[in-house]
């Protein structure tokens, strides 16, 4: 199955982003989206969202260092599905055990039409 991740820039549009490593993407791939190491913020939706037994949360990776480097671009998508406020950049992903992975097309495409 293709999975997907969904890419919130601060300032454009959403997009969603082909799984490029099975169900997941590489780290490194991770790091290019968000400018930097990554962080994961617990997302306000639930694991429900992801219509699979298997998946313990949703995340929104970031930036770890955005605030600390005073990013000036708040990121007020992204934050509204968090309870924090995030700057610059974020992917929304799925945690299944120590693992990031994408959703069905699907799946990304109701959070996109209901949370973006």
Do not use: H
Request: one cysteine or more; glycine letters at 8%; charged letters at 30%.
């Amino acid at each position: 199955m293709n999975r997907y991740m969904i890419v919130i820039p601060a300032k454009n549009r959403s997009f969603l982003l082909k799984c490029d490593e099975g169900d997941g993407m590489k780290s490194e791939t991770l790091q290019k989206l968000v400018g930097g190491p990554i962080e994961p913020v617990p997302a306000l939706l639930s694991a429900e969202w992801a219509r699979e037994k298997d998946v313990d949360g949703i995340l929104l990776l970031v930036n770890e260092e955005g605030l600390m480097k005073e990013r000036p671009l708040t990121n007020q998508r992204a934050s509204e599905m968090t309870a924090a406020e995030l700057v610059g950049p974020a992917v929304v992903a799925a945690k299944r055990g120590e693992e990031l992975i994408g959703f069905a097309k699907p799946v990304v495409e109701t959070i996109c039409a209901e949370w973006l």
